[in-house]
């Protein structure tokens, strides 16, 4: 009988990035999913998988005007971000837990993840976000432990810079073709994207994998004297 997407999201969880890499390969999907190594985590030790909602973003053939006052310039500001920012009225309107934001931003260097939209993203339960371009806020987006990858890290913001072209639409991100539903794993090593259709035949080979690898591991820690961590008892 075939498993539901959330028995299978379940178990995924409980795999490396490099088991479930390793499953792709047992199934011929050699590299079919693999990001750039230029995709990175902001931070050491987030890891997290989810289901893919993708977003696509264009260079926007706007840019800003010079502006006489600070009103003038939020009102400019906020009519860009109401295009560039036009998939948060969709992603408010659905349930988003457990979903990774894809965005394909073709690599530009401008900051459409930061401190402050990170911080709501979560509060919809969204499991994290990648993207091939900018994260903002650095600093404070380490502090506030949100989960986020990117493939640049800027202080630009995207307004003026890039606008909306695609909700739920197969995107190209970081090199690999992701579509709604496909499952999104990330981790120190990379970026992962399993396709649906596939997963359930990734994670039987990814389980086999890591069990494997466990059993070696722990005979290694017996060996060296270390006491057994959280890494021996993913399954």
């Not at 005007?65 to 998939?87: L, R």
């Not at 709501?120 to 994290?128: K, L, R, T």
Request: glycine share 8%; charged share 25%; hydrophobic share 35%.
């Amino acid at each position: 009988m075939a498993k539901s997407r959330e028995e299978i999201l379940a178990e995924i969880k409980k795999c490396r990035a490099a088991d479930l890499s390793d499953g792709m390969d047992a199934l011929g999907l050699v590299n079919k999913g693999s990001m750039s190594t230029e995709m990175r985590p902001i931070r050491p030790g987030i890891s997290f998988a989810g289901y893919a909602w993708t977003v696509r973003l264009v260079p926007d053939t706007r840019t800003h005007k010079p502006c006489e006052t600070v009103e003038e310039y939020i009102q400019q500001k906020n009519d860009f971000c109401s295009d560039a920012y036009s998939f948060m009225k969709e992603l408010k309107a659905q349930d988003v837990t457990d979903h990774v934001l894809v965005i394909d931003m073709d690599g530009y260097p401008g900051g459409v993840l930061g401190s402050e939209n990170m911080m709501n993203f979560h509060i919809m339960g969204m499991a994290g976000a990648i993207v091939d371009g900018g994260c903002r806020d650095s600093y404070e987006c380490n502090l506030q432990k949100v989960n986020a990858f990117s493939t640049k890290r800027t202080f630009h913001h995207v307004t003026g810079r890039m606008k909306g072209d695609g909700v739920n639409v197969p995107v190209s991100c970081a090199g690999v073709t992701v579509e709604p539903g496909d499952y999104v794993v990330a981790d120190d090593d990379g970026v992962l994207v399993i396709p649906q259709e596939r997963a359930e035949e990734v994670v039987k080979f990814a389980q086999a994998i890591l069990k494997d690898d466990q059993e070696a591991r722990k005979s290694h820690y017996e060996s060296l004297g270390y006491q057994p961590d959280e890494t021996l008892k993913r399954i």
